[in-house]
Each structure stands twice: as structure tokens, then as C-alpha cells.
């Protein structure tokens, strides 16, 4: 029989108050402890779940939002609306737009 894995207690990233061992969430805030996937399982897909380092935004593993992120404990690079480098707008020559002859 496999040993299970302990968890260690997590700081919270919302009032840094340490976790006891096993919590999902801060008993002091109300906040997510662990930054997965906010990507759900349902009736027609299976979901992501993956658990993202602290700091990030969206998923790594399939860019779905991350659960810090839908919390407004974190913020991403670029918020919904901002303007975006060019490279992301597809400015570079020969991407959507073409110079009339």
C-alpha cells in the first residue's frame, strides 16, 4: 500500500496566516489555498484541475483562469481590454492586415 502524501501548511496569499495541515482554504479569509485550474469537470468535459504556482494568472497546463485569478487575489499581465503588445495583436508583416498595391 502506497504511503500518502502529507500536505504542509500553505501561508495564505491573502493575510499570510499559515494553514493547518490539510486546509483548502484560509480558516482566517475565506481564501483558496492552492491555485488550480478554475476549469470545473461537467457533464460534457472532463476539467483540468491542475495546480499553478502561486503567482499565475491562467493555467499552465490548458490557459483557463486560475482560482487566485477568479478571486481577485492575483492579476494578470494583461487584464481583459488592455492593450497588448503587437506581437499579440498580429501587427507583423504578412498577419492580417495587407498593404494596398
Not at 502506497?2 to 491573502?14: D, N, Y
Not at 469537470?41 to 486560475?66: H, I, S
Not at 487566485?68 to 503587437?86: R, T
Request: aromatic share 8%; charged share 20%.
Amino acid at each position: 500500500m502506497a504511503a500518502k502524501a502529507k500536505s504542509e501548511p500553505i501561508q495564505c496569499i491573502r493575510c499570510a496566516r499559515i494553514s493547518k495541515e490539510g486546509d483548502r482554504f484560509c480558516a482566517n479569509c475565506g481564501a483558496p489555498l492552492q491555485n488550480r485550474c478554475f476549469d470545473e469537470p461537467g457533464p460534457l468535459k472532463k476539467g483540468c484541475r491542475f495546480v499553478n504556482e502561486p503567482t499565475a494568472a491562467y493555467c499552465a497546463k490548458c490557459g483557463e483562469p486560475t482560482l487566485f485569478h477568479i478571486h481577485g487575489l492575483i492579476q494578470p499581465a494583461y487584464p481583459p481590454g488592455a492593450n497588448k503588445p503587437a506581437m499579440f495583436g498580429m501587427n507583423w508583416p504578412g498577419f492580417g492586415h495587407r498593404k494596398e498595391s
